[in-house]
């Protein structure tokens, strides 16, 4: 009975939006990572490469970027609910032109409509914010990593499956298909969200497009009011994501065409269809994906427990100082070695999300949390869109191993920033 009792205490912000959030990401999770084993593939097989996929990059982040004031501002004036609710359809639908996609143009006119439509993120990240005590938030994005790890573990099996079966292409199309309709599925669950916000002026959707610009403005303010480590961790924060922004689309490419896992050819030429090397280097890759997604499951829970233990801001400091040896070791080792370099990337990630998330909620007060996460978003959409064209044109262009390079030495002063400039605010003094 103790022991019910203490599960009861530990886990009683299991309710509500947060629980509404949760299985609403449950759905999306499995369904989104599911063509993200072999995304990078996919646009091989459309036509495109390394510099292709930096282009995709840099359009959706540029697309991401230009609503996130605008968002922002929405859901600290209007209410998050609405936004959310809404703009997940969107969301959803844009997913189609991935699925019938007959050349990588479709999926970058996919893409911006997809990113245009994550006008609600900063009501999403609010809402989720609102809805986690103080001393629960640690603990509260960790499992949310936890349970999206567990919901996407069998999403690459699931891949593997059908691209193995079907080929890289039609494998592809089956599975934006099931993303379509799990986020549709998504979507609905999210209608069930209650509003989070006390006080919100009724919708006018005339004075909604006027409001633009001051949204603009008042998202750049903001930062005159947010205490002064809040500014030095989002400088931390945005250094890191643009250095991981030049290099998530490359890890199968330097896999496939420089590790060469399972023979592929050399990376001069990007072959398409179901060249038996090439079929069996996916097989090799989705085995990799599965221990990295098992691994993160795993570490969730110790996660959680060490940031509401020991704080916020070790845990970021070691989510930057561990992807130095993970990435020399992805870049250097072998297929073998992916298994440990990729489950270590994960691992950084992992601290690094609910680290940053857990510190951002603490220093935030609730009514600014909206503009402070449209703020954010928009500087570092901005810079990523940048570090996503880089990393391929660096690729093709200077060396394979050039952009996770780079990577390594931006993370340098991110972690000197957080050192030496961000304090942490003691458990009372957390924003509620």
Aim: proline share 5%; aromatic share 14%.
């Amino acid at each position: 009975m103790k022991l019910i009792a203490k599960l009861r205490e530990q886990f009683s912000f299991f309710k509500g939006n947060y629980l509404v959030l949760i299985v609403s990401w449950i759905l999306m999770d499995f369904a989104g990572e599911l063509p993200q084993t072999y995304y990078s593939d996919y646009i091989i097989q459309l036509g495109g490469s390394a510099t292709i996929l930096g282009l995709i990059t840099l359009v959706s982040m540029l697309c991401l970027a230009s609503v996130q004031f605008f968002g922002g501002y929405l859901a600290d004036k209007y209410g998050r609910r609405w936004l959310i609710s809404t703009l997940t359809f969107g969301v959803a639908f844009s997913y189609i032109f991935y699925a019938v996609a007959p050349s990588w143009h479709f999926i970058l006119i996919g893409a911006a409509i997809q990113n245009l439509c994550l006008l609600y993120q900063p009501a999403l990240n609010a809402t989720f914010a609102d809805s986690l005590p103080p001393e629960k938030r640690g603990m509260g994005f960790s499992i949310l990593n936890l349970i999206m790890s567990v919901s996407t573990t069998p999403a690459p099996i699931v891949a593997l499956f059908l691209v193995s079966n079907y080929g890289s292409e039609t494998g592809m199309r089956i599975a934006y298909t099931i993303v379509t309709i799990f986020f549709i599925l998504s979507a609905t669950v999210r209608l069930r969200l209650k509003e989070s916000m006390k006080d919100t002026e009724k919708v006018n959707f005339n004075e909604v497009l006027r409001s633009y610009p001051e949204s603009l403005k008042q998202g750049t303010k903001i930062w005159r009011v947010v205490p002064r480590s809040t500014l030095f961790l989002f400088f931390s924060i945005l250094i890191v994501r643009v250095a991981f922004a030049m290099i998530m689309g490359l890890f199968l490419i330097f896999a496939f065409y420089e590790m060469q896992i399972g023979g592929t050819p050399q990376p001069a030429i990007y072959t398409p269809g179901l060249d038996p090397a090439l079929q069996y280097a996916r097989t090799q890759w989705g085995y990799v994906m599965i221990v990295l997604f098992l691994s993160m499951i795993i570490l969730s829970f110790p996660v959680g427990k060490l940031l509401d233990k020991a704080g916020r801001k070790i845990p970021l400091i070691m989510s930057s100082i561990l992807i130095i040896p993970a990435i020399l070791l992805f870049i250097f080792g072998n297929y073998f070695t992916l298994f440990i370099a990729m489950p270590l990337a994960g691992l950084t990630q992992l601290l690094g999300f609910s680290a940053s998330q857990a510190l951002f909620a603490d220093l935030v007060p609730q009514a600014q949390r909206g503009k402070v996460t449209g703020s954010v978003n928009f500087f570092t959409y901005i810079l990523m869109a940048i570090g996503g064209i880089a990393g391929g044109l660096l690729y093709d262009n200077m060396s394979p191993q050039a952009p996770f390079l780079v990577m390594l030495v931006l993370v340098i002063p991110s972690i000197l920033l957080t050192a030496l400039f961000v304090h942490e605010p003691e458990p009372e003094d957390r924003e509620t």
